[in-house]
């Protein structure tokens, strides 16, 4: 018997989604955009790329996707945030906008634009529970304050770091049950251990 290979969505809202599409592809996954709810209906898992988390929460509720996804992760699909998509899935923002909306299934407490403006954005190798040594670049990120209880810590920016400042010893990537996020954007190094490890994820669901 062939076990045919799970697809994997990107909302194709905005931001980088081309380069989640590629490196899910490397994993060994379908990949495909996802802008529409039958679209999402028929996804095994979905990557919430990095991008403008305010702009995604609008478009989300343009494209009629809002209460969709958030009934999809409710009833457990596999789903992983890098950057303003970890920022889109925890469940309270700080320094967020009032009316940008939350999808929930991350029960952490994120800082957005915690790392600083653009010009501030930030490199480092971080160890990443599950996946290894990973070259980690933060762009106006934000990183986890606070964890639940069902929430696994994956990375820390290293304190020996001169350059981390303020970031040292944040939180930058973690885990819940099948939900994965990280603060950095593994999809431009053409590292693709990261979209791998989620894609083992979905596998397993
Ligand atoms: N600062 C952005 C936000 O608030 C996230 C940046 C990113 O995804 N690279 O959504």
Same mark, same amino acid.
């Given at each position: 018997?062939?076990?045919?290979?799970?697809?994997?969505?990107?909302?194709?809202?905005?931001?980088?989604?081309?380069?989640?599409? &590629?490196?899910?592809?490397?994993?060994? @996954?379908?990949?495909?955009?996802?802008?529409?709810?039958?679209?999402?209906?028929?996804?095994?898992?979905?990557?919430?790329? *990095? *991008?403008?988390? #305010?702009?995604?929460?609008?478009?989300?509720?343009?494209?009629?996707?809002?209460? =969709?996804?958030?009934?999809?992760?409710?009833?457990?699909?596999p789903?992983?945030?890098?950057?303003? *998509?970890?920022?889109?899935?925890?469940?309270?923002?700080?320094?967020?906008?009032?009316? $940008?909306? $939350?999808?929930?299934?991350?029960?952490?407490?994120?800082?957005?634009?915690?790392?600083?403006? $653009?010009?501030?954005?930030?490199?480092?190798?971080?160890?990443?529970?599950?996946?290894?040594?990973?070259? !980690? @670049?933060?762009?106006?990120? =934000?990183? @986890?304050?606070?964890?639940?209880?069902?929430?696994?810590?994956?990375?820390?920016?290293?304190?020996?770091? =001169? !350059?981390?400042?303020?970031?040292?010893?944040?939180?930058?990537?973690?885990? $819940?049950?099948t @939900?994965? !996020?990280? &603060?950095?954007?593994?999809?431009? #190094?053409?590292?693709?251990?990261?979209?791998?490890?989620?894609?083992?994820l979905v596998?397993?669901?």
């Amino acid at each position: 018997m062939v076990i045919a290979a799970p697809t994997v969505g990107v909302l194709a809202l905005q931001g980088d989604v081309r380069e989640h599409l &590629a490196a899910l592809r490397e994993a060994g @996954v379908g990949a495909v955009p996802v802008r529409r709810e039958s679209e999402l209906a028929a996804v095994d898992g979905l990557v919430i790329p *990095g *991008g403008e988390s #305010t702009t995604i929460s609008k478009l989300l509720e343009i494209f009629e996707l809002l209460e =969709p996804l958030r009934a999809r992760l409710a009833s457990g699909m596999p789903a992983y945030g890098s950057c303003a *998509g970890m920022i889109l899935l925890a469940g309270e923002v700080l320094d967020g906008r009032p009316d $940008q909306q $939350q999808l929930g299934g991350l029960d952490v407490v994120v800082r957005r634009n915690a790392f600083g403006r $653009q010009v501030d954005s930030f490199e480092t190798d971080l160890d990443v529970t599950g996946v290894g040594s990973v070259r !980690a @670049v933060f762009i106006r990120a =934000p990183w @986890v304050e606070k964890v639940g209880a069902e929430v696994e810590v994956l990375a820390t920016v290293p304190r020996d770091d =001169p !350059a981390a400042g303020q970031a040292a010893g944040r939180v930058v990537a973690v885990r $819940q049950g099948t @939900v994965l !996020a990280t &603060a950095f954007h593994p999809e431009i #190094t053409g590292d693709h251990r990261v979209h791998a490890y989620f894609a083992d994820l979905v596998r397993e669901a």
